[in-house]
Every structure is written in C-alpha cells, then in structure tokens.
C-alpha cells in the first residue's frame, strides 16, 4: 500500500508538478485548491503527510494546520508547510533570506 499525500495548493501549475514528483515516486496523491477543501479532504482520507502552500486564499495554511491539529482524529497527521519567497538570493553561492 502507498503512503497518502495530501497536497493543498491553490495554483494548477505548482500542483501539477508536486503531483508528478510524488506518483512518480509511487506515492498516492490527493489534492484541495484551499484550506477549507484540506480539512475535508484529510477527514475523509486521512493521509500520512499533507503538504500545504502558506499562500491560500481563504482560509489560510495557518488556520488550516490550526483546525487540523485541535481535531483529534487529525491532528498526529504531519504538515509541511511549502511556499516561495521573493526575498530567496539565488545569485549567492548559498542562498540565503536578505
């Protein structure tokens, strides 16, 4: 059996390349495009690892873990929060946040 990946994101693009990377690896994958489609996507799948863009609309990654953490059915499911950060320096040999 395959572990279960939630991926919530709200952009088409950015999902399509986590869906990719991760069913290629042979992973299971399920997505939501917000925070309130991620808790209910994770109590009805209760996946093994849910990764979260910071920058949802709506409801937030923030309040999203916030609600996934006081529910007791959900809240040992781990998630990593992914995001991007302008302020990344690639020029620099090791980036690093200005």
């Not at 399509?16 to 799948?45: C, K, N, T, Y």
Request: hydrophobic residues 50%.
């Amino acid at each position: 059996m395959s572990q279960r990946i939630l991926v919530v994101e709200d952009q088409e693009d950015n999902r399509q390349i986590l869906r990719d990377l991760l069913m290629s690896a042979d992973f299971e994958v399920i997505e939501a495009v917000d925070g309130e489609a991620a808790l209910a996507a994770a109590a009805a799948h209760r996946p093994d690892l849910i990764l979260m863009d910071i920058q949802l609309p709506g409801l937030d990654c923030y309040e999203a873990t916030r609600r996934l953490k006081a529910d007791a059915a959900l809240h040992a499911i781990p998630v990593i929060a992914v995001g991007h950060s302008r302020h990344l320096r690639i020029d620099h040999p090791r980036p690093s946040l200005w």
